[in-house]
Nanobody, 129 residues
């Protein structure tokens, strides 16, 4: 059973940084790809970054250069380093995981909400001006 638990959220001022963590269990990383999503107030859930089973990454344009997704296979933890925060980054941040099909390349990952069925409970990030 896939279990995902996020942590590391908090309240910061504009320009600040946070490191979010997602502790994962119940699956083998090489068979999955993972992603971080965020959902602001009255906004849809947006995929901000994903990481493929071979370590390839993909980012939304709005976070490119500021956010870094990484995976520690030993600690079984997914990270999201978020820098240069602005109030527009405020929201609940979720990690998600999906088993890669045999027909999906190891370098490919998705940031589409509809592709994921396994979600954590989220961690809140609040950025004040």
């Amino acid at each position: 059973q896939v279990q995902l638990v996020e942590s590391g959220g908090g309240s910061v001022q504009t320009g600040g940084s946070l490191r979010l963590a997602c502790t994962a269990s119940g699956f083998t990383y090489r068979d999955y790809y993972m992603a971080w999503f965020r959902q602001g107030l009255e906004k849809g859930r947006e995929g901000v970054a994903c990481i493929a089973s071979d370590g390839s990454t993909n980012y939304a344009d709005s976070v490119q250069g500021r956010f870094t997704i990484s995976l520690d296979n030993v600690e079984k933890t997914l990270y999201l380093q978020i820098n240069s925060l602005s109030p527009e980054d405020t929201g609940m941040y979720y990690c998600a995981a999906r088993r890669r099909s045999p027909y999906t390349s190891s370098w490919w990952c998705s940031r589409s909400r509809s592709d994921f069925a396994n979600w954590g409970q989220g961690t809140q990030v609040t950025v004040s001006s």
